[in-house]
T-cell receptor, first 116, second 114 residues
């Protein structure tokens, strides 16, 4: 049971390039989320999904796309990278109970992205 | 709307001293509250969570937190700090609705001095 895995661990992009951050979980969790972590700002929600085929925007969705074709995978796409997207990105998953508010979210190890 | 405020971005304690990390919340619905810990270059790990059962919540590694509705607080404590407790700690509130979105505080970096 690997939990939540993220690839790559590190990535350097040039402004305007696109890329996909991968996230996978093997716990059969319904809920998955993407956060970015910036110094002094904590973690902010980018996009989330409550099940395969269902996604929605979080606090800071601009410049990012997601899709959820399977329960296991939730990739995050940067369409045209900008220096403001330099950050550490975390993927998280949770079971998804009837309310969804008290679930424990399990976090991946993160992807450190630098945009030059 | 929900929000979380963590007082003190840096806290330093001596080994063996009391650890107190402060968290105040704002929520228009009964809150579900969480404390997460992040060790250097790692992801976040759940320490404990409040889900409207007992107001005093015990977590891993000897940490506990008390939910005080009258003070809108959920402070994290540990009676005796250990060097291994040095990490960044995040308080979070679950945003209303069935979608399990977390609103995080800005974090408190705990340093433990020998």
């Amino acid at each position: 049971n690997a939990g939540v895995t993220q690839t790559p661990k590190f990535q350097v992009l040039k402004t305007g390039q696109s890329m996909t951050l991968q996230c996978a979980q093997d716990m059969n969790h319904e809920y998955m989320s993407w956060y970015r972590q910036d110094p002094g700002m904590g973690l902010r929600l980018i996009h989330y999904s409550v099940g395969a085929g269902i996604t929605d925007q979080g606090e800071v969705p601009n410049g990012y796309n997601v899709s959820r074709s399977t329960t296991e995978d939730f990739p995050l796409r940067l369409l045209s990278a900008a220096p403001s997207q330099t950050s550490v990105y975390f993927c998280a998953s949770s079971i998804g109970d009837s309310s969804g508010r008290s679930d424990t979210q399990y976090f991946g190890p993160g992807t450190r992205l630098t945009v030059l | 709307a929900q929000s979380v405020t963590q007082l003190g971005s840096h806290v330093s304690v001596s080994e063996g001293a009391l650890v107190l990390l402060r968290c105040n919340y704002s929520s228009s619905v009964p809150p579900y509250l969480f404390w997460y810990v992040q060790y250097p270059n790692q992801g976040l790990q759940l320490l404990l969570k409040y889900t409207s059962a007992a107001t005093l919540v015990k977590g891993i590694n000897g940490f506990e937190a008390e939910f005080k509705k009258s003070e809108t607080s959920f402070h994290l404590t540990k009676p005796s700090a250990h060097m291994s407790d040095a990490a960044e700690y995040f308080c979070a509130v679950s945003k209303g609705g069935a979608t399990n979105k977390l609103i995080f505080g800005t974090g408190t970096l705990l340093a433990v001095q020998p």
